[in-house]
């Protein structure tokens, strides 16, 4: 920072400075969601967009792949599977893996099923463009990070 003194400090030069890796932030972004705090989820959204200059691909393809990993260890847990042979056969490690195992724990496959469902089709929204990807990736945020940590639920 000290060669910023003498000059003027801009977005880019921080941003060189504090650089976390792509993964680390997808990462974040799952945390988010998992967490249930939906002004979180959308906080995070948009600063991988206008930030870190993520593709909406690249968005929706992690949100994807977290509902896959949770749908997965739902299955895996109606068939009574210990949680360590989950955690293996799902990848889930971390604060964000713990919480997507609970989620899962606490929704049944049909539901989270349905969830993915609903998400593939406003995923296949936004690429026809029958609606906006900013709006459309809210949309998705919203409706994922409500309905897997939806109070109430009944497992299995």
């Known amino acids: 920072l000290s060669t910023y003194v003498t000059n003027r400090l801009e977005v880019k030069d921080i941003k060189k400075l504090i650089r976390v890796s ?3 932030e997808i990462w974040e972004l799952q945390k988010a969601i998992t967490s249930g705090q939906v002004s979180c989820a959308i906080k995070k959204l948009n600063e991988l967009q206008e ?3 993520y593709p909406s691909t690249l968005i929706i393809w992690s949100v994807m792949e977290m509902l896959k990993k949770v749908y997965e260890a739902s299955l895996l847990f109606s068939k009574k599977e210990n949680i360590q042979a989950i955690k293996k056969k799902c990848n889930m490690w971390g604060s964000s893996g713990e919480k997507m195992l609970f989620l899962a724990s606490k929704n049944s496959s049909l539901k989270i099923s349905l969830l993915l469902n609903k998400t593939l089709k ?5 690429r026809s463009g029958k609606m906006g990807s900013q709006v459309g990736l809210e ?3 919203i409706s994922v990070t409500q309905n897997l940590n ?3 639920e009944t497992s299995k």
């Not at 406003?122 to 936004?126: F, L, N, R, T």
Request: charged letters at 30%.
């Open 22 to 24: 792509k993964e680390e």
């Open 122 to 126: 406003q995923v296949e929204s936004i």
């Open 139 to 141: 949309m998705i945020i």
């Open 150 to 152: 939806a109070k109430g």
């Open 51 to 53: 930030i870190s200059g």
